[in-house]
T-cell receptor, first 110, second 114 residues
Framework: EDQVTQSPEALRLQEGESSSLNCSYT??????LFWYRQDPGKGPEFLFT???AGEEKEKERLKATLTKKESFLHITAPKPEDSATYLC???????????FGTGTRLTIIP | DGGITQSPKYLFRKEGQNVTLSCEQN?????MYWYRQDPGQGLRLIYY???????QKGDIAEGYSVSREKKESFPLTVTSAQKNPTAFYLC?????????????FGPGTRLTVL
């Protein structure tokens, strides 16, 4: 059974203080690993897809990386508007469904 | 503007009532999905459909039903058999392709049982 564990559950940073969020996963055959951002009361917003170990993708202050066991979402010099819950999900080959972690709630303090 | 719409945003249901949540997409996506989100839990898949007139159960299909009569639409009915229906319901859609299958989500419907 596919499993996704995200840590920490919550993270508070000062504005400009860089950090990383972790997504550990177990899956029999990784088709893709997905990162989403979710604001309170809204649907998740797609950020990145990573397909193979060693792959990296960047968008503004965010960079996602992937190994065979985990993914990191690095946030550089964050701003208050980066405050949100970040969700990680994996998809197995031959299976349409995504398995989601419970998310990391990120708060950036001005 | 292309996107996914869900309605209503808020829905209140009395015990024993069936309610239907709407999901429409104009992205020309092949596949559509329904997820349920509860506090402290990851999103859980209720039903999904990869093609018109066909759909499959997800992990928590009991007490729910769906239809896919049009490519653009995938309504979800929460029946009275669903014992704990209060939750945030999310609809998503994607292309059904090997290397471009990201799921994009709608804004959600919050269902509360009174």
């Amino acid at each position: 059974e596919d499993q996704v564990t995200q840590s920490p559950e919550a993270l508070r940073l000062q504005e400009g203080e860089s950090s990383s969020l972790n997504c550990s996963y177990t899956v029999s055959g990784l088709r893709g690993l997905f990162w989403y951002r979710q604001d309170p009361g809204k649907g998740p917003e797609f950020l990145f897809t990573l397909y193979s170990a060693g792959e990296e993708k960047e968008k503004e202050r965010l960079k996602a990386t992937l190994t065979k066991k985990e993914s990191f979402l690095h946030i550089t010099a964050p701003k208050p508007e980066d405050s949100a819950t970040y969700l990680c999900a994996v998809q197995n080959f031959g299976n349409e469904k995504l398995t989601f972690g419970t998310g990391t709630r990120l708060t950036i303090i001005p | 503007d292309g996107g996914i719409t869900q309605s209503p945003k808020y829905l209140f249901r009395k015990e024993g009532q069936n309610v239907t949540l709407s999901c429409e997409q104009n992205l020309n996506h092949d596949a559509m999905y329904w997820y349920r989100q509860d506090p402290g839990q990851g999103l859980r898949l209720i039903y999904y459909s990869q093609i018109v007139n066909d759909f499959q159960k997800g992990d928590i299909a009991e007490g729910y039903s769906v239809s896919r009569e049009k490519k653009e639409s995938f309504p979800l009915t929460v029946t009275s058999a669903q014992k704990n229906p209060t939750a945030f319901y999310l609809c998503a859609s994607s292309f059904d392709r090997e290397s471009y299958n990201e799921q994009f989500f709608g804004p959600g419907t919050r269902l509360t049982v009174l």
